[in-house]
């Protein structure tokens, strides 16, 4: 156990290190070698390592009884895997079989792929795929929100006072912020800075379409 909480970020790395190699051997021994059932066993590999990642985080957790920015990063990257990770997923397929398939001299993508490439080639459906993508932004981001709340705060009334006068943003004393401690405060000024780069770039897409945009 305490092997676990002292390296935990050597563990999580190496998580990742082997969940990005089953990844790459899937995309080989599908397209390359042509071992379908072989290849569908490193992709279970990189969704067990999964599981495991967010086991990590909840062990750390409950063996410390606090959030820290460990947990976080953990949560952040399995939100990331089960939600726009799983579209990325579909890109890389579909790169590697065009890649792949040209190295080959055979063709690997089907009518469906090349319709969704010709597609993602496509302004209207790219300032769509945008928009929806920074409206789950904004719903993750004030999930989280919430529960850092919930856990910093003892009640919901304490909320108001801080959403009137937001002048504790950027503030360096944590008892001015509404957050219990500095991994909360740090990470929530961090990814709100992101979340609202991210938005205006979402939505640039919206309103100003570019023509020469794809996978």
Same mark, same amino acid.
């Given at each position: 156990?305490?092997?676990? !909480? ?6 999580? =790395? ?14 080989? /021994? ?18 067990? !390592? ?13 063996? /410390? ?5 460990? *947990? =976080? ?11 726009? #990770? =799983? ?16 190295? &080959? #001299?055979?063709? !690997?993508?089907?009518?469906?792929? @090349?319709?969704?490439? *010709? ?8 300032? @769509?795929?945008? &928009? ?38 950027? /503030?360096? =004393?944590? #008892? ?9 405060? #740090? ?23 570019? @023509?020469?945009?794809?996978?």
């Amino acid at each position: 156990m305490d092997f676990i !909480l002292r390296y935990q970020w050597e563990i999580f =790395i190496l998580a990742e290190v082997l969940s990005l190699i089953f990844i790459l051997l899937f995309g080989v /021994t599908r397209y390359v070698a042509n071992k379908r059932k072989l290849s569908l066993g490193f992709l279970l590999l990189f969704i067990v !390592l999964l599981f495991l990642e967010a086991a990590l985080a909840l062990f750390v957790y409950k063996e /410390t009884g606090e959030i820290s920015t460990f *947990q =976080i990063v953990i949560t952040i990257f399995v939100i990331y895997a089960c939600t726009f #990770g =799983i579209s990325d997923f579909k890109k890389l397929d579909r790169w590697m079989r065009l890649k792949i398939g040209s190295w &080959r #001299g055979t063709e !690997l993508l089907t009518e469906k792929d @090349k319709y969704v490439m *010709q597609k993602q080639k496509d302004p209207k459906y790219i300032a @769509k795929k945008y &928009r929806i993508s920074s409206i789950i932004h904004l719903l993750v981001f004030i999930i989280v929100q919430l529960i850092f709340l919930n856990y910093s705060l003892d009640n919901w009334n304490q909320v108001l006072p801080y959403l009137q006068d937001l002048s504790w943003i950027g /503030t360096e =004393i944590i #008892g001015e912020t509404p957050y219990a401690n500095e991994t909360l405060y #740090g990470i929530s000024m961090v990814w709100g800075l992101v979340f609202i780069i991210d938005f205006i770039y979402s939505w640039s897409y919206t309103i100003f379409p570019s @023509k020469q945009r794809g996978e």
